[in-house]
């Protein structure tokens, strides 16, 4: 078999450069090792820039966003037991929509089915080959058979556990990395959200997050172990939890609700540097992790793809040069991201060191985020998301 982009990992990278490309006139074929069920029904990222918005409706696969996405003006920050709004759009002139990852994979695999693109769900064994070549190779097994898939390019959209990162020969990336001691408890819960807008509380018994779905359905975090036990969290702790955690005097009172789901999310950031090697381009979280306080995973990896996308028509009408401009125009954004979720993450939560000198920082932060225009502005244009051309060439 013969595709002209090869793509590994079906999740919203590789689904979304797989619509681009073929909005572009350039074939490709997904390789995801998961059912298509298990992709659409994985419950993760929630919020969307307004650049990833609006990508998602020029590209044409926005109605459904447009319909039921949650469109928000501003978020809270609560500490020391009172709320302060952060008004993103009054800050920025710009939002954020409330739509679920899942969501937008569904849209996308009904854009690519529906276009008659192929995306080969089940595959396993995937290996490649001959990416410092002008002919690289995707090898896997589909239905019980092995296959071998000849492209131009191989799109590197598998994930941080996926296999071509580390398919990359050793020495030729350079790697940064941190770990946090915490991890998140979330749950999606049928119930009505009681708050219009995101909650982000610092809590002595550690940060926790309110967020939604719909109009019946809330999605909720806590701060927890990194290796916290599940079994050990039944459901009238969760809420116990989230009820000291996020209510404040004022009256506000979060509602219960049967839980849909839970899990525990780690807590990394990860760059790998370059994001291109040869004819193998790296996007999403194969390349790059952020801690979720910031919101900025899902959207980074529609940044990398949306460059992509527009390095590989370049270089097929001729414009050779291009692609080697795909891993610093996707890292300056990477890194400014990297910056804000560490700073989001480490002014939230609860370190357990102990040190009351860092507590006071903390607390010392949030009041200026909350008290000073300029400071709260700073941090609303980072998480409605700056300009796609923040970090080009002027
Ligand atoms: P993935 O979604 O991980 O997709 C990779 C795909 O590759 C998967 O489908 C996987 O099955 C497949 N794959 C892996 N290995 C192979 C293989 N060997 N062969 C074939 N296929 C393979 N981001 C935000 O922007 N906003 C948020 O609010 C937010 N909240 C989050 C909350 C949680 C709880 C979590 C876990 C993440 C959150 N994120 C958020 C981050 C966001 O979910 C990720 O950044 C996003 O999924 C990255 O997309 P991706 O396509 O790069 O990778
Ligand atoms: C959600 C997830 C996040 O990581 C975040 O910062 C805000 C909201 C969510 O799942 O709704």
Not at 122 to 140: C, F, H, K, N, Q
Not at 167 to 195: C, D, Q
Not at 331 to 352: G, I
């Amino acid at each position: 078999m013969r595709t002209q982009v090869g793509i590994v990992g079906a999740g919203p990278a590789g689904l979304l450069l797989s619509h681009l490309l073929h909005r572009l006139g350039i074939e490709s074929i997904v390789l995801e090792s998961q059912t298509r069920r298990h992709v659409e029904e994985r419950v993760r990222a929630g919020v969307l820039e307004q650049g990833t918005v609006d990508l998602l409706d020029a590209s044409g696969v926005g109605e459904r966003l447009a319909r039921e996405g949650l469109v928000h003006h501003g978020i809270e920050l609560r500490f020391e037991g009172a709320s302060h709004r952060i008004a993103l759009t009054d800050l920025t002139g710009r939002s954020i929509t409330v739509y679920g990852q899942q969501e937008v994979v569904k849209d996308l695999i009904r854009a690519r089915l529906d276009a008659g693109g192929e995306i080969a769900f089940e595959v396993s064994d995937v290996t490649l080959s001959g990416v410092d070549s002008a002919s690289p190779a995707i090898r896997y097994r589909h239905a019980g058979e092995a296959r071998v898939l000849d492209c131009d390019f191989i799109a590197g959209c598998d994930g941080f556990h996926g296999v071509c990162r580390p398919s990359i020969a050793p020495g030729v990336l350079t790697e940064y990395s941190r770990s946090y001691p915490f991890a998140w408890l979330g749950i999606l819960a049928s119930a009505a959200p009681t708050s219009p807008e995101l909650i982000y509380a610092h809590h002595e018994r550690g940060f926790a997050l309110y967020s939604m779905r719909s109009p019946k359905v809330t999605r909720l975090y806590l701060q927890c172990a990194p290796d916290e036990d599940l079994a050990r969290w039944s459901d009238e702790r969760i809420w116990s939890e989230l009820h000291a955690r996020l209510e404040t005097s004022d009256g506000w009172r979060l509602a219960e609700g049967p839980i849909l789901q839970r899990g525990v999310t780690p807590m990394r950031s990860f760059v790998a540097e370059p994001m291109r090697v040869g004819r193998l381009f790296l996007a999403g979280d194969a390349a790059h992790i952020v801690p979720p306080t910031g919101a900025k995973g899902l959207n980074l990896a529609v940044n990398d793809v949306r460059i992509l996308a527009d390095a590989l028509a370049s270089w097929y009408a001729g414009r050779k040069g291009a692609i080697d401009d795909y891993s610093p125009r996707c890292l300056k954004r990477v890194w400014r991201a990297e910056h804000f979720s560490w700073w989001m993450t480490s002014m939230l939560h609860r370190f357990d060191h102990g040190d009351p000198f860092h507590q006071k920082l903390q607390l010392a932060q949030l009041d200026y985020v909350t008290r000073s225009k300029a400071a709260a502005a700073s941090l609303a244009e980072n998480y409605v998301g700056l300009p796609f051309d923040y970090g080009e060439a002027p």
